[in-house]
């Protein structure tokens, strides 16, 4: 009788488990399937893709001067690698959505209430690292290096190293754009405090530069470019983790003065109800 009732027992918790990792799955293929959609979309623009992307480089070559190809596939896989790529990154909300509905409903109410918008600006705030590299950051890093070339040295730079190049800088720009989710988590989770963090900002300043300096190339426009978008952006963190604290004091005062309002009611209705029994 016990080892039939401890089968069961293990049958029933072996359920749920099947269930969560069918639904993973089912999840992980749907992301797939929009990656592998997009990617086909844009695989007949790869070239086009490219020039895109080349565009910040190209402008300040030197006349005369072009990209060039030392592989013989280059010419084939590096707009490939660039369609998926881009693909991932145009797929990545969707991505995201699929992670959040498979993980929310384990979480508390408070808890899905400060994820979601959290999730969503760390999102944009990536995309604008981006945007923010593309259009600020190569033209000035580009015109630096075409502007101090070697006499007698032809600049012609290789596509796969180029796209190589640009991706890690796209990452770079956008993991340094998280920098306000990274302080409001760190602060709302309890590790510290904004006026902590605030004491500690000649430290943060430093460690920004340092950061800029292993991310970027060797020079001192980069990391500049780099760094300070990162301070100003711990300086935003603060500001919001600051107003986040305030208004969770307040619903919290909000939320015990309701709760003693409401003892204090049933305490009198109480006392009400005692008089009346005793007449």
Do not use: C
């Not at 007949?44 to 190809?69: D, K, W």
């Not at 760390?122 to 604008?128: G, K, Q, V």
């Not at 015990?256 to 109480?270: G, I, M, N, P, S």
């Amino acid at each position: 009788m016990t080892q039939n009732n401890n089968t069961d027992t293990a049958v029933e918790q072996e359920a749920p488990f099947m269930s969560h990792l069918v639904e993973l799955r089912d999840r992980l293929l749907r992301a797939v399937l929009v990656v592998l959609v997009v990617f086909l979309a844009l695989f007949a623009f790869s070239n086009e893709l490219y020039s895109l992307l080349a565009e910040p480089l190209l402008v300040h070559l030197p006349q005369g001067s072009s990209m060039i190809a030392t592989e013989v596939a280059s010419p084939f896989l590096t707009p490939f690698k660039l369609s998926m790529v881009t693909a991932i990154f145009i797929s990545m909300p969707f991505i995201l959505y699929q992670l959040w509905a498979f993980v929310a409903p384990g979480l508390y109410k408070h808890e899905k209430s400060m994820a979601f918008p959290l999730l969503f600006s760390s999102i944009i705030l990536f995309y604008l690292g981006m945007v923010f590299a593309y259009f600020v950051v190569f033209p000035l890093m580009f015109g630096f290096f075409t502007g101090i070339q070697l006499q007698g040295v032809t600049m012609m730079t290789d596509i796969t190293k180029y796209l190589d190049f640009v991706l890690k800088m796209f990452f770079a720009f956008g993991m340094a754009f998280e920098v306000p989710i990274a302080t409001i988590i760190v602060i709302s989770t309890g590790m510290t405090t904004a006026e902590k963090l605030a004491d500690k900002r000649p430290y943060i300043i430093v460690v920004a530069f340092i950061v800029g300096m292993l991310l970027t190339p060797p020079d001192v426009v980069s990391q500049m470019l780099l760094a300070i978008p990162m301070w100003i952006l711990f300086e935003l963190g603060l500001i919001f983790s600051r107003l986040l604290t305030r208004k969770r004091e307040r619903l919290a005062k909000e939320q015990k003065a309701q709760e003693e309002k409401e003892l204090d009611d049933e305490f009198e209705q109480a006392i009400a109800e005692e008089e009346k029994l005793n007449k």
